[in-house]
Structures are given as structure tokens and as C-alpha cells.
């Protein structure tokens, strides 16, 4: 069983400096307990830790995610401006980053793709991906978990969901890892918004030419779905296409290679539950609802205030950015019994993993289907599986995601 982290606050505000960015469950538990809601001078920028004051904010509008376009037109010179334009035109378009009724427009033709009932309908397909993969790493006493396991079944999934042909997954994997440095903050990296615009610059001009050719010929896919979508006031426009088509590919298996990264290196970190797990495969929901609670995808949310609030004795002013902190209210004290300890057991999970009204994760329900799948396969097919060295972390604020993961296979010998 994991230990409660120490509860002390470093004097500095770095969000990603030092061991946080492997291990930032110390520091949010300080601050769960000494400053809930932080105003963080490096970020500029207000951090709401408990899970009351995350779940309030997500559901109320004075919390906007249309962020994209004001911070564009407010805080760049008209140099920048013109130097990312090309950034802009993508991502004004996703749906992430627009309040209803723009939102609610563009999510609801896609909503019907990732119903709990059309992701039911894909479980045999999702299970023969997972076999596939497995049968790639027959043999291999070393591979790396994240490259080789957690990315290419979401990749190769949403591949097929969307309409994109699956060879082109490992094209699509670097353009993701560009954008990423951007849509999650990286921090470090002189040049993410020069590597992300390229990379969204070289996705849409690939989706273009795409959609053109499903326009000629259309099948049962998102992107056919969206061409032929008729009957939406107003009706959409080629960009909102290319974009939604954009944020689909990238969002579609980042979030999934995460928890499934994320959710085995933590069993493997807690080997009775590992055990548990393997021998009690009937716990397999709870185990994933814990694993998204425990170390899930997503470190936070951005919003921007439209409005002034009153939060715990503060003003948080309209302007202002604020960070709904997932990772810290998952382990709130108040709501959960015994927080820091990973409990596959656990029925009253209500963490804030997926987010949380409006902006709920569109793809959870698949999500948690892939994770079901693999998590099963894994320990069904390599219960001899470790950890085999250490890991490299994202440096990204808003996701929790690694770049590598290297493992090993005891019982196989090269």
C-alpha cells in the first residue's frame, strides 16, 4: 500500500521543475492541504486543487474554455500574430476550446461515434487489435511499453473510427508529439510553437486532401459523417471539418495511451495489485476507474475567467487564467478514503478523470473499453512483465503522459 506523501510545500512555483514532473502527488497534496486555490506567479495564472472547487468550476460558464482566440488577440504583438496564424486557424475550431452553442454544434455530430452503444458494437474489433499487438512483442524480452503497446491499439482504433488509413499511425504519432508541446504546455522547449505549427500546418493539409477524396467517395466513418452533414445551423464550414477532424486524430489516442501507460506501470509498482488483478479479472471496471483516479491522463484543465468569482476567502478576476488541477482533487482527502493508496477494490470513485459536464471527454466511454482490453490482455499474456529502467515524462502542464516506458519480460530469454 502507498504511503500518504509529505505534505510540504517547495518555495518555488514550477509546476514541472525537479522529481514533479514524474512524481507530482507530494506537492499536490500540499497544496490540497495548505493553499486549495494558488495563485502560481510563474504561470500567472490561479490553481484549484480540492475536488469541490474543480467540480464547481466545471460546471460553471464564468469558467470559459474558449481561451484560444482572447489570448491570441490580447497577450501577442501583432508580429506573433501573423507568425502563428496558421495555429490560430486550427485551433480556434476545436471543440475543446469553444462554449456552447459553437460547442455544442460541433460535438453533437460526433457524439454518436462514441456512444456507450457504438463503442459496445466495437469490442471484437478492439480485442483483435489488442491480439495483434501482443503478437508483434511474441518473443521480446525487452520492449518499450509506451512505442510498442499503449500507443499503436488507440492509434490503430481511432484510425479506423475516423476514417485516416492505419499505415500512416506512425506519421501521425509524430505530428501528435509536436502539437502536444503546445495544446499541453510544455515548458523548456524554445522552439514547441514553431514545432507545433508545423506539425498541425502538415496534419491539416493531409486531412484536406483526405476528406476531398471522401467526399467522392464516402463510407461509414466520422469524416463521411461530417462531409455529409446537411441539416447543422449553420452548416459547417471545410476548416471546422479539417479542424474537428484534427482534434480527433490527436485527441483520440493520446488520452488512451496514457491510462493505459500510466494504469500498467502503476500495477506494476503495486504488485499486490497486480496480483489481484490477474487472479480476479472481475474487477476489471473498478480497476480502471481507479487507475484514471489514481495516475490518469489528465494532470489538469485550462480555463479563463469571463467573469469575477469568489473562491475560499479569494477574487479571482475576470481575464485571469485558472488550472483545474484533475490529478490533486483525484486525491482529495475529503472525498476519497485513504487518497495516495491505489485500491482496485474501491466503489465510490468519483473522480474527475474524464472532466465533467459540458466538456466531459467525448471519447470516455471508448477510452475506458481500450483500457478494459489491454489491461486484461497484459496481464493474461505477460504476467512475468516489469519495469525495466527509467521512465521519460512528457513536460507537458495539462497531460501526464510518458515518451517512454522500458520494460521487461522475466520469463523470456532472447
Not at 100 to 110: A, G, I, S, Y
Not at 203 to 213: F, G, K, Q, V
Not at 242 to 255: P, R
Request: charged share 30%; hydrophobic share 40%; with cysteine.
Amino acid at each position: 500500500m502507498a504511503e500518504t506523501p509529505t505534505a510540504v510545500v517547495e518555495p518555488d512555483d514550477d509546476m514541472l521543475g525537479g522529481e514533479r514532473l514524474a512524481d507530482p502527488y507530494p506537492y499536490f497534496a500540499a497544496m490540497l492541504e495548505q493553499d486549495p486555490v494558488h495563485w502560481n506567479e510563474k504561470y500567472r495564472a490561479w490553481f484549484l486543487h480540492k475536488h469541490a472547487d474543480v467540480l464547481w468550476a466545471l460546471r460553471n460558464p464564468a469558467f470559459s474554455s474558449d481561451r484560444v482566440v482572447p489570448v491570441f488577440e490580447k497577450h501577442l504583438s501583432p508580429e506573433k500574430r501573423a507568425a502563428r496564424k496558421p495555429t490560430l486557424d486550427v485551433l480556434r475550431h476545436w471543440m475543446v476550446f469553444l462554449d456552447p452553442p459553437d460547442h455544442t454544434r460541433l460535438r453533437k455530430l460526433v457524439m454518436p461515434a462514441f456512444s456507450p452503444k457504438a463503442v459496445a458494437r466495437m469490442r471484437p474489433r478492439v480485442e483483435e487489435v489488442v491480439r495483434d499487438t501482443l503478437a508483434e512483442l511474441d518473443g521480446k524480452e525487452t520492449f518499450d511499453f509506451v512505442r510498442d503497446f499503449a500507443y499503436p491499439i488507440p492509434a490503430i482504433v481511432v484510425a479506423e473510427l475516423i476514417g485516416v488509413p492505419v499505415e500512416d499511425r506512425d506519421t501521425f504519432k509524430k505530428w501528435s508529439d509536436d502539437i502536444l508541446t503546445l495544446v499541453f504546455g510544455a515548458q523548456g522547449q524554445a522552439d514547441r510553437r514553431e514545432l507545433a505549427q508545423q506539425g498541425l500546418i502538415e496534419l491539416t493539409d493531409y486531412l484536406r486532401d483526405l476528406i476531398a477524396r471522401i467526399r467522392l467517395d464516402p463510407g461509414d466513418d466520422i469524416i463521411s459523417s461530417l462531409v455529409r452533414a446537411g441539416d447543422v445551423e449553420p452548416p459547417l464550414t471545410d476548416d471546422e471539418i479539417v479542424s474537428t477532424c484534427a482534434l480527433l486524430v490527436f485527441g483520440g489516442h493520446e488520452t488512451t495511451t496514457n491510462l493505459i501507460a500510466n494504469g500498467t506501470r502503476q500495477l506494476l509498482l503495486h504488485p499486490e495489485q497486480w496480483e489481484l488483478l490477474r487472479t480476479r479479472p472481475d474487477l476489471i471496471g473498478q480497476a480502471v476507474e481507479e487507475l484514471l483516479r489514481f495516475d490518469g491522463p489528465s494532470r489538469l484543465e485550462a480555463r479563463l475567467l469571463v467573469e469575477d468569482v469568489e473562491l475560499r476567502g479569494k477574487t479571482l478576476r475576470a481575464g485571469e487564467s485558472v488550472y483545474l488541477v484533475q490529478s490533486a482533487a483525484n486525491r482529495d482527502p475529503e472525498v476519497f478514503d485513504h487518497p495516495h493508496t491505489l485500491d482496485i477494490t474501491r466503489r465510490k470513485n468519483a473522480h474527475v478523470g474524464f472532466g465533467f459536464g459540458v466538456h466531459h471527454c467525448l471519447g470516455n466511454f471508448l477510452a475506458r473499453l481500450e483500457a478494459n482490453v489491454a489491461f486484461t490482455a497484459v496481464l493474461d499474456a505477460m504476467p512475468d512483465l516489469a519495469l525495466n529502467g527509467p521512465e521519460t515524462w512528457h513536460p507537458t502542464m495539462m497531460s501526464r503522459g510518458m515518451r517512454t516506458m522500458p520494460v521487461k519480460r522475466t520469463g523470456v530469454r532472447a
